[in-house]
């Protein structure tokens, strides 16, 4: 985020979306984590066993917590929306249940990853020149 280009409005409507997205994936990851009976059925459907809800859960938990880490927002917000273009797929594909929840969630996190777009670039070590070049 660069705060020169953006407004304090628009920054704490980003600090406050980050904190509701990272509350839901807090939430979705831990009912993942701790095996809730519904969580465990959407996982028998994806086929690919419970170490993957397990996978799953730490990538959510973990994602959401670097979510409120002002250093690496840019790149969980990425890591979240992969993980939330995999379950539009597995609930278009295999799993039964509206893939809505989880485009809601792609798109707010693409929106954050946007938004941290230079705090990101800037963590991958690429230089203004090499951005143009690219």
Same mark, same amino acid.
């Given at each position: 985020?660069?705060?020169?280009?953006?407004?304090?409005?628009?920054?704490?409507?980003?600090?406050?979306?980050?904190? @509701?997205?990272?509350?839901?994936?807090? %939430?979705?990851?831990?009912?993942? %984590?701790?095996?809730?009976?519904?969580?465990?059925?959407?996982?028998?459907?994806?086929?690919?066993?419970?170490?993957?809800?397990?996978?799953?859960?730490?990538?959510?938990? $973990? $994602?959401?917590?670097?979510?409120?880490?002002?250093?690496?927002?840019?790149?969980?917000?990425?890591?979240?929306?992969?993980?939330?273009? $995999?379950?539009?797929?597995?609930?278009?594909?295999?799993?039964?249940?509206?893939?809505?929840?989880?485009?809601?969630?792609?798109?707010?996190?693409?929106?954050?990853?946007?938004?941290?777009?230079?705090?990101?670039?800037? %963590?991958?070590? %690429?230089?203004?020149?090499?951005? @143009?070049?690219?």
């Amino acid at each position: 985020m660069n705060s020169d280009i953006m407004s304090a409005r628009q920054q704490i409507i980003l600090r406050v979306l980050r904190g @509701l997205v990272a509350f839901a994936f807090v %939430l979705f990851g831990t009912l993942k %984590l701790i095996g809730i009976p519904m969580m465990v059925d959407v996982f028998d459907h994806v086929g690919l066993g419970q170490w993957f809800r397990y996978a799953t859960g730490v990538i959510e938990v $973990g $994602g959401a917590i670097l979510l409120l880490s002002p250093r690496f927002v840019g790149p969980a917000a990425l890591v979240l929306a992969a993980t939330m273009i $995999g379950a539009i797929i597995s609930h278009l594909t295999v799993v039964p249940g509206s893939p809505a929840p989880a485009a809601v969630l792609l798109v707010l996190c693409l929106v954050i990853a946007w938004s941290y777009r230079q705090g990101t670039l800037t %963590l991958l070590g %690429l230089t203004q020149a090499q951005r @143009l070049s690219a």
